[in-house]
């Protein structure tokens, strides 16, 4: 295993397009929250039962169903491996989208067991609360042999520590990109984002669309635990974030590669496959940079489910397994600019293959200081923070 990809933390620490048919929408984040929604919480979920249920095993034959349907963040695969699987198993495929966790919990949790869904794609920390809650069902693992390919440090997480109700589909970090013509210092860490918010990018910064993201920035800053509940704390960032950062904010999105799109901004917090694809598909690569920022930032991980009430139980093991196969890992981390937790992406010389590789494979040194979010009793503080810094904004 190469030093990069040697390990990503103790593990206690680590926490579409309308559908599917060949054809695929723009690209949106795979990441954006809702402003509020964090303060939706577990009233999401009142009323909901709990299910321990295990999905069916597939027919003796091995005949799997002709349909399945999928719910994940938008433009979050390599349309080609969808197609592969289709074509191979005479399956229609149908993909929808959503835009944040409380979204496609929303829907679960109105719809019962019905919604139709067989597959969706949560975050790790929403995994418990949808599983207790019976949004989602146990997967039959004899029926994923190629688990055994993900690597072990995205096995066994605290969220789902038997590996009962989730695969890891991928994982990702939080940082900012900035445009080094406007900016030619360098910068590191996010006291520097919040100088250059002020200074050189004053009216031309982007934060994110996510109140745990944005609170973040300034509880790094001041070296404060990113998932800290002291109201202390939280009151010293929301000065930081209202007073200083809010003033200069052009924008809250949910993807940089869209504002790079868009054009106009210099600073962009962002999540690293969205900036690596931003800076991709811009005229002038060379003029963009990524921060892996210090102290410290988010690691998070999204999953493979199975949805409680699913249609087409069968189809969703077998497409899950064809996904997270080693042969599609490549395609799945150069389309979506995320790590997919493959044991082959761990193999010496793969960054050799990738533009941008540094974007999509921190070094150990990085992945040592990361965090995964929590959500805890200061979100809904945190939502107060983001309301008030938009306010601020006049966004």
Known sequence: ???????????????????????????????????????????????????????????????????????????????????????AHDVKLQVDAYGSNEELIAKLAAARGTSGYDIVVPTGLRVPDMAEHGLIQKLDMSLIPNLD????????????????????????????????????????SWQDFIDVAQDEANGTTMLLEDPWEVVAIALAALGHDLNTI????????????VEQLAPTARAYLGNANTAMAQGGFVLMQAFNGDARQGIMEAD???????????????????????????????AAHSFINHVIAPDNAFAQVDYIGYHTGSSVLAEPGIEDDFDFADIVFPTQEVLDRLVPSEFNSGQARRVEIFTDAQARSGT
Do not use: H
Request: glycine residues 12%; proline residues 7%; charged residues 20%.
């Open 1 to 87: 295993m190469s030093e990069r990809m040697r390990v990503l933390a103790p593990r206690p620490a680590l926490a579409q397009y309308a559908s599917y048919g060949g054809g695929l929408g723009g690209r949106f984040s795979r990441r954006g929250m809702l402003a509020g929604a964090g303060a939706l919480g577990m009233g999401l979920l009142a009323g909901c039962q709990s299910s321990g249920s295990v999905a069916s095993s597939p027919a003796a034959d091995g005949r799997i169903e002709s349909k399945l349907n999928v719910y994940s963040w938008g433009d979050y695969d390599d349309p080609d491996v969808l197609d592969a699987w289709s074509a």
């Open 149 to 188: 390919t993900i690597d072990p440090n995205f096995r066994g997480q605290d969220y789902d520590p038997n590996d009962e109700y989730s695969v890891c589909k991928a994982w990702g970090t939080t940082g900012f990109v900035y445009d080094t013509s406007a900016v030619p210092r360098e910068l590191t």
């Open 230 to 241: 002291d109201e202390g704390e939280l009151d010293e960032a929301a000065d930081i974030v």
């Open 284 to 314: 002038d690569p060379d003029r963009w940079k990524f921060v892996f920022p210090t102290p410290s930032a988010n690691i998070w991980t999204d999953n493979w489910c199975l949805a409680t009430g699913a249609p087409n139980p069968d």
